[in-house]
C-alpha cells in the first residue's frame, strides 16, 4: 500500500485536482484516459480516447512523462512507441482479464500449431504476446486491418473469440480464434437488454463487440468506445442502451447533455451497470502519487519491445 495516499483522505477532490495540475506542470507530464476510467479522472485528463486514440496520441507529445489511466498494457503500448519518454500508471495491478487469458508462451504454442498463419492480436494483450504477432489491431480498426490482409490469406486471431467471431462474420473470414474473453463485457444478457428495450422501445442499442454473438446481434450500432460515442453523439436518436464498460456513460453524458443513457446491467446483479474493477482502480490520489512520485513506472525490456513496436507501428500505418 502507498503510505502517501493516508494523507490524500482528507482532501477534497477540488485540492487534489490542483496538485495535479501543478505537479503536471513541474513535472511536464500529459495525462491520457481511457473513457472507462472514473469520470472525476476523465476531468483532469489532457485526452481521453479510445485504445487507438490513446495510442496514437502518445506518438505525438512532446512531454517528458506519460501518465496512462487506464489500464496496463495501454501503459505498456506507450512505452513501446514512446521509448524516450518515462511512462507511469496509478496502479500496477490495474491488468485486464482479457490479456491474462492470453499467456504468452501458450500462445506461441498455438502459432507453432498453425505454422502458415498470420498472427493477429488485439491491443488488449501482453508486451510479450504483441512481440509474438504480425499485426496488432484495436476494436476501432480490426475490420479495416483485417479486410486489407489477402483474400487468401490464413489467420490466427488472438485473444478475444467475441471480437474474433464478430470480425469473421463481418468480413467473411475464417479466422482461427483463441479462446478469450473479457469478464465485462461477457457479462451483459439478452434477456437484460430485452427488458430494458420493452419499457423503451425507443432507445437504441450501442454494443462492443467484446460481447457475446446474442448481444452483437441485438445492437443497432455495434463499435469501439469511440464509435459508440461517435454514434451517440451524431446520430439523431436520443435514448440509448449501452452494453460495455460505463464509464463511457460520463463522456456519452457530458458530449449530449439532453440524451438518455441506459447503461446495460450485467446478467448477474441487480446493480444498474458493468465496470471493469481494474479500471476502476484508477483514482485521482493515486494519480497524483504516480505524478508526483514518478511512479509506479511501466518498463517492457529491450528485445520484446524491438519486436512489439513493429506490428503496432504497423497497425498505425494500416489504419491512418
Ligand atoms: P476500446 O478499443 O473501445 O477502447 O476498448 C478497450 C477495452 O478494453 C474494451 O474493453
Ligand atoms: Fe480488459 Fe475487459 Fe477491463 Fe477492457 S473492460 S480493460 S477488456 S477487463
Known amino acids: 500500500m502507498n503510505v502517501n495516499n493516508t494523507d490524500a483522505v482528507d482532501k477534497r477532490p477540488s485540492d487534489i485536482k490542483e496538485e495535479i495540475a501543478r505537479l503536471k506542470s513541474e513535472k511536464d507530464a500529459v495525462i491520457l484516459a481511457h473513457y472507462y476510467v472514473r469520470g472525476e479522472i476523465q476531468e483532469v485528463a489532457d485526452f481521453i480516447g479510445d485504445s487507438l486514440a490513446l495510442a496514437r496520441i502518445a506518438t505525438t507529445l512532446p512531454n517528458r512523462m506519460i501518465v496512462l489511466c487506464g489500464v496496463h498494457f495501454m ?27 492470453c499467456p504468452a508462451d501458450e500462445f506461441e504454442k498455438f502459432i507453432k500449431e498453425h505454422p502458415d498463419h498470420t498472427v493477429v492480436s488485439y ?3 501482453s508486451a510479450a504476446v504483441k512481440a509474438l504477432t504480425d499485426v496488432v ?27 474474433g467471431s464478430y470480425i469473421n462474420s463481418v468480413t467473411g473470414r ?7 474473453a473479457c469478464h465485462v463485457h461477457e457479462q451483459f444478457s439478452v434477456e437484460k437488454i430485452l427488458e430494458l428495450k420493452r419499457q423503451y422501445p425507443d432507445a437504441k442499442v450501442l454494443v462492443h463487440p467484446e460481447c457475446k454473438r446474442p448481444v452483437v446481434l441485438l445492437a443497432d450500432k455495434v463499435g469501439s468506445t469511440a464509435a459508440l460515442l461517435d454514434y451517440a453523439v451524431n446520430s439523431g436518436f436520443n435514448r440509448f442502451i449501452v452494453a460495455t464498460e460505463s464509464g463511457i456513460l460520463h463522456e456519452m453524458c457530458r458530449r449530449c447533455p439532453d440524451k438518455e443513457f441506459i447503461p446495460a446491467p450485467p446478467a448477474d446483479s441487480t446493480c444498474g451497470c458493468n465496470d471493469c474493477s481494474y479500471m476502476k482502480l484508477n483514482t485521482l490520489e493515486k494519480l497524483r502519487d504516480a505524478l508526483r512520485d514518478g511512479k509506479p513506472e511501466i518498463f517492457v525490456d529491450k528485445e520484446t519491445a524491438a519486436k512489439a513496436v513493429k506490428p503496432i507501428e504497423r497497425m498505425l500505418e494500416m489504419s491512418k
Open 75 to 101: 501503459g505498456e503500448t506507450a512505452k513501446i512507441l514512446c521509448p524516450g519518454k518515462k511512462v507511469v500508471v496509478p496502479d500496477m495491478n490495474a491488468g485486464c482479464s482479457l490479456a491474462d487469458s
Open 137 to 163: 489491431v484495436t476494436s476501432s480498426n480490426a475490420r479495416q486491418i483485417v479486410d486489407a490482409l489477402p483474400a487468401d490469406e490464413k489467420i490466427i486471431f488472438g485473444p478475444d473469440r467475441n471480437l
Open 174 to 180: 475464417d479466422m482461427v480464434l483463441w479462446d478469450g
Open 123 to 125: 491491443v488488449n494483450t
